[in-house]
């Protein structure tokens, strides 16, 4: 067997690892699972990395479980919260579950036939016949509570210092988790719960139950764990999210343009630690753009490919050269290539810079740019700004330079909706007509 921890290491994807899991991932094919909670019905690029994991597993020669928490997710993990989480009802949570199934689907070929072949479940398949007491006879027994209230997320909430304290709801999520890799080791003979850093304690506590509810057979109460580092920008602030929040691994939610520009704006500390994370580009190679990008990082190459690679990965070759064009033609030195984007594409690109809504009838009799840098949109603070600037030669309506004799009609429109204001090289302002 390659060595997978040897891989996943130097790219950064190892965080803890109980003793003997990389001997038995180099002894044999493995059997390994990692869990999704269904809370949204898709999953934004902080769950990358659990896929990405399940694919280097698959790539490795051992066999991916992604399961699906239909139970678990009528629960809750309290890993990491401050509060209790508000239960989904049992339709949303339904739907959840197999909007995520799809997502997984696009990165692991469920139906494949091989002997490894990746394998997707959902764990309210075995927990919806398990009666309460059944199950506290035949699980709850086997972990104490002092063994429970060790685990962090149990002693946050438990201090007051987060929160109002925990459910019992809550407090048995960590062995409803441990009773799913039982299960899947009973089932698929799965030796390995694979996670984030913040799932050390549940995950923990699944080897300890296997471990428990098999001590008479030495061979079957083996289990392992590990968990990859939870990501973070270099900044500090929150890895995943732009400014309109997550940014997700389906077009419905997050638009193949959004996606790649999150990836393209990224840092360079940022983008030379993601490459590695994110992509499956081999050691050499990622060295070699590294170091391509240090020679002119103002072009950016680092963040290109990057941005490309998880295009491929995510979306299509078709996304991604509409990702690029679309790029591209907002700064191109006229406006034709964004004349070839229909509306949704312009408000996709125009996102994020200064805008202002102006109604469509105004320009019935043309709107004189003076009235319209100021009064009508607010892009300049005062008539007499805007005269200075139009004198300077520095405004631009649609790439173009205009004077003070320009007057604005119909016919400038974009798409027949907007407009592109312009002060200077990287002063830019939209104008809606509605």
Known sequence: MKNLVEELQWRGLVHDMMPGTEEQLLKEPTTVYIGFDPTSDSLHIGSLVPIILLKHLRNFGHRPIALVGGATGMIGDPSGKSDERNLLDEETLNFNVNGIKNVLSNFLDFDATDENAPILVNNYDWMKEFSFINFARDVGKRITVNYMMAKDSVKKRLSGDAGEGMSFTEFTYQLIQGYDFYHLNKEYNCLLQMGGSDQWGNITTGTELVRRMNVDNEERSKAYAMTCPLITKADGSKFGKSEGGNVWLTADKTSPYKFYQFWLNTSDVDAEKYIKIFTFLDKETIEAVIAEHNEAPHLRVLQKRLAEELMLLVHSKEDLDSAIFASGAFFSKDMSDLKTLNENQLAEIFEGIPQAEVSLSDLNEGIDIVTLLNEK?????????????????????????????????????????????????????????V
Request: proline share 0%.
């Open 377 to 433: 949109t607010g892009f300049l603070v005062s008539n007499g700004e805007a005269r200075r600037a139009l004198k300077e030669n520095s405004i631009s309506v649609n790439k173009e330079k205009v004077t003070e004799e320009f007057n604005l009609t119909s016919n400038d429109l974009v798409s027949n909706k907007f407009v592109l204001l312009q002060r200077g090289k990287k002063n830019y302002f939209v104008v809606k007509f």
